[in-house]
T-cell receptor, first 116, second 112 residues
Framework: NAGVMQNPRHLVRRRGQEARLRCSPMKGHSHVYWYRQLPEEGLKFMVYLQKENIIDESGMPKERFSAEFPKEGPSILRIQQVVRGDSAAYFC??????????????FGQGTRLTVV | SQKIEQNSEALNIQEGKTATLTCNYTNYSPAYLQWYRQDPGRGPVFLLLIRENEKEKRKERLKVTFDTTLKQSLFHITASQPADSATYLCALDMVSGGKLIFGQGTELSVKP
């Protein structure tokens, strides 16, 4: 029973390029959350998705960032025209029901994005 | 303003002693509070969840308390071991919204 799978584990992009981060939730989980962890800071909520729906994107920067969770396939966090400040670890979590309430969230190992 | 704060300093203790980590918050009313462990380069792993109407929760060598009046949670690891060395994160579960509000974490180092 595989856990939450994120890929790639490490991603290097030049300024101005696009970054695409993928997350496959645990089997049977239909709720996905993305968090960002900057160096020396805690995890910050970005977006909460269910299949084909964005439920809460209050933590997403207004520009350049988008997320989707299609009917088939993994959830994608997309960052366009990356800047150095986007360098961080991006974690995906899933849960069997949502919102995250009275239950644990299962986290992936993260994607470490480095913008050079 | 809303804040969630954990011990800012790293905690160094001797093997066998009890480690106590603190999580304080202001201007939040969480229904639940969760604790996670995070090792370097890895994702957080769930440890314990405590509800607002519970004073204390235990799991093996772990104990969590939750005081909604003080707006504080304490996380204890008894009979600590070097393998307990990690960063520990507290997180507020806000019921509405489907998201966890995390503290910045406390790094624990247990020396043999």
């Amino acid at each position: 029973n595989a856990g939450v799978m994120q890929n790639p584990r490490h991603l290097v992009r030049r300024r101005g390029q696009e970054a695409r981060l993928r997350c496959s939730p645990m089997k049977g989980h239909s709720h996905v959350y993305w968090y960002r962890q900057l160096p020396e800071e805690g995890l910050k909520f970005m977006v909460y998705l269910q299949k084909e729906n964005i439920i809460d994107e209050s933590g997403m920067p207004k520009e350049r960032f988008s997320a989707e969770f299609p009917k088939e396939g993994p959830s994608i966090l997309r960052i366009q025209q990356v800047v150095r400040g986007d360098s961080a670890a991006y974690f995906c979590a899933s849960s069997p029901s949502g919102p995250v309430l009275n239950t644990e969230a299962f986290f992936g190992q993260g994607t470490r994005l480095t913008v050079v | 303003s809303q804040k969630i704060e954990q011990n800012s300093e790293a905690l160094n203790i001797q093997e066998g002693k009890t480690a106590t980590l603190t999580c304080n918050y202001t201007n939040y009313s969480p229904a639940y509070l969760q604790w996670y462990r995070q090792d370097p380069g890895r994702g957080p792993v769930f440890l314990l969840l405590i509800r607002e109407n519970e004073k204390e929760k235990r799991k093996e060598r772990l104990k969590v308390t939750f005081d909604t009046t003080l707006k504080q949670s304490l996380f204890h690891i008894t009979a600590s071991q070097p393998a307990d060395s990690a960063t520990y994160l507290c997180a507020l579960d806000m019921v509405s919204g489907g998201k966890l509000i995390f503290g910045q974490g406390t790094e624990l180092s247990v020396k043999p």
